[in-house]
């Protein structure tokens, strides 16, 4: 079995993490479902601060972001367009308020539906606000490093962050090349 990311894994620059967080897997032990869902991470987006306009802590910490300044390895979600819940890793010291988001995996065990596009990943992983802030050292949801050879990467611009200035041009988004799960638009 893979070892369990020790929480110095996150405690880095999320620009660092997200595309390393590539080819990990996701494990979700969904108690209320009696079973155990995997999901390979094939894409990503780096949100590295206060000073990142397209992230959520540029906005100052509230009760709504509190979890994404820290510690390192906690969850937090968020709840977009009145429809989905997004997956975010919490990353850095505590107080800086960064995190990376998981746009896209490939379904290992478990998965309801396909895994392309942040709301599709929660709901396949069966993810929603009651796992925000949750600790991702864990026995409840944790993330496993990956085996075998890093993936080949292609890097990005974020997806719909273009309210961000020069922010929204920075190359944030980290996918697999070539990876069918990649949601679009594909990098």
Known sequence: MPDRL????YDRPAAVVAP???GCTLVHRDRAAGLVRRARLVETEAYVGAEDLACHAS???TARTEAMFGP???AYMFFIYGA???FNVVVEREGVGAAVLVRAAEPLEN???HLSGPGAFCRAMHLDGTRYGIDL???ELWLEAR???PPRVVAARRVNVDYAGAWARRRLRFAVKGNPAVSRPRP
């Open 111 to 113: 998965c309801d539906g």
């Open 20 to 22: 390393e967080l590539l």
């Open 84 to 86: 989905h819940w997004c």
């Open 137 to 139: 050292c864990g026995d």
């Open 72 to 74: 390192p390895g906690r």
């Open 6 to 9: 020790p929480r110095s894994f």
């Open 59 to 61: 906005r100052g910490r």
């Open 147 to 149: 085996e075998g050879p």
